[in-house]
C-alpha cells in the first residue's frame, strides 16, 4: 500500500528524522515519495542533500498532494500548524493525518481541522531511527481499520507496532516514548558501576549495552515473566541477589515505576 503514498512529514525535527530515516532505510519508500517541511531554507536546503528527499519551508506545499500527513511538530505548534494547513485549504484532499505530538488528542485536532480527515494518534518513540522502535496509534472518530494499517505499515518499518484505545496514549508516551532516556540513564549508572570497578569506560559501555540489548529479547522471544528470568541469573548467597538486595533498599521498583507514572502526568499536560 505504501508503494503508491506520498507522505508529507511537518517538521522534521529529533522524532521527524527518526521516522523519515526508519522509512527510507527500510527501503518501503522512495526517496522521491517523501515531502518535509522545517522552519528555515538552509536547514531544508541541508536535509534535502542529507537525505535525498523534498524538504521545504511552507507547510501548504508539502501538504497539498500528500496521501499522509505526519505531524511532528511540538505539541505547542500543532494548533498553529493544523490551523494554517485548514486556512489555506491544504486539507480539501482528505489525506490521512496522524499526530506524534504528546498529549494532544485526536479530539483536539479535528475540532482544527474539522472531521473530514481520518486523523490518527501516533506514539513512535527515538529508536525507530534505527529500525527498534515502538509505536502505538489510536483511532480519531474518523478514523477506520484501513487508516491504522497503514499507519502499520509505516511504522513497522521502523520497529514494533500495537493499537490501543486513546485513553492509554499520554501512558504510552510516559513508558515507551519517554523510556529510551531512562533506560540511558540506567545504562550509564550501571556503567558507573563497572568504572569504579577499573574496567575502562567504552568497554564497561559495550558490556552493558549488550547485556540491555540481550535482557530485553530474552523478555520478548521467551515470553516469560521478567521475574522468572531473574530467578534463573540469582543462585542463592551467590553475587547476584547480593546485587539486587541493594537496588531494593534503593526502592529502584517504585523509583522506576513513579518515574513512568509522572512522565504519564505531564504528558497529558502538555497538549489538549
Ligand atoms: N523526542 C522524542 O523522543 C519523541 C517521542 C515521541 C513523540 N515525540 C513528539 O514528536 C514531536 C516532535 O518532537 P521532537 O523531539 O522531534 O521535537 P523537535 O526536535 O523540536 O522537532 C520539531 C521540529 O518541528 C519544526 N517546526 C516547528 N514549527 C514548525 C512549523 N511551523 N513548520 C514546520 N516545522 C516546524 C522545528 O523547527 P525548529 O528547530 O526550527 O524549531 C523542529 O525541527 C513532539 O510533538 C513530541 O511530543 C517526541
Not at 160 to 184: C, Q
Not at 206 to 224: D, F, I, N, W, Y
Not at 257 to 272: D, I, N, P, S, Y
Request: proline residues 4%; glycine residues 10%.
Amino acid at each position: 500500500m505504501l508503494s503508491d503514498k506520498k507522505i508529507a512529514v511537518i517538521g522534521l525535527g529529533t522524532m521527524g528524522h527518526a521516522v523519515v530515516n526508519g522509512l527510507l532505510r527500510s527501503q518501503s519508500v522512495n526517496p522521491d515519495q517523501i515531502s518535509a517541511t522545517v522552519r528555515t531554507k538552509p536547514q531544508a536546503e541541508k536535509i534535502s542533500k542529507d537525505l535525498g528527499i523534498k524538504c521545504l519551508t511552507d507547510n501548504v506545499d508539502a501538504v497539498n498532494d500528500a496521501d499522509i500527513v505526519l505531524l511532528c511538530v511540538k505539541p505547542k505548534d500543532i494548533e498553529k500548524v493544523s490551523e494554517n494547513l485548514i486556512k489555506k485549504g491544504a486539507l480539501k484532499h482528505n489525506p490521512l493525518v496522524i499526530s506524534i505530538a504528546a498529549g494532544t488528542s485526536t479530539g483536539f485536532i479535528e475540532g482544527i481541522i474539522g472531521q473530514q480527515c481520518p486523523v490518527l494518534r501516533a506514539m513512535p518513540n527515538t529508536p525507530c531511527f534505527i529500525g527498534k522502535g515502538m509505536t502505538v496509534v489510536s483511532k480519531g472518530s474518523q478514523a477506520k481499520d484501513e487508516h491504522v494499517a497503514l499507519a502499520k505499515e509505516i511504522f513497522s518499518t521502523m520497529g514494533r507496532f500495537t493499537e490501543l484505545e486513546e485513553k492509554h496514549m499520554d501512558t504510552v508516551t510516559g513508558l515507551s516514548a519517554s523510556g529510551p532516556a531512562f533506560i540511558y540513564l540506567i545504562i550509564e549508572a550501571l556503567v558507573d558501576g563497572g568504572v569504579m570497578r577499573g574496567l575502562p569506560r567504552q568497554i564497561a559501555t559495550e558490556l552493558v549495552a549488550q547485556m540491555t540489548l540481550g535482557a530485553a529479547e530474552m523478555v520478548l522471544t521467551t515470553g516469560k515473566h521478567p521475574a522468572s528470568l531473574k530467578d534463573e541469573v540469582t543462585t542463592p548467597a551467590g553475587c547476584t541477589i547480593a546485587g539486587i538486595l541493594v537496588l531494593e533498599d534503593g526502592r529502584i521498583r517504585s523509583v522506576l515505576a513513579r518515574g513512568v507514572e509522572t512522565a504519564a502526568k505531564v504528558a497529558g499536560e502538555l497538549g489538549r
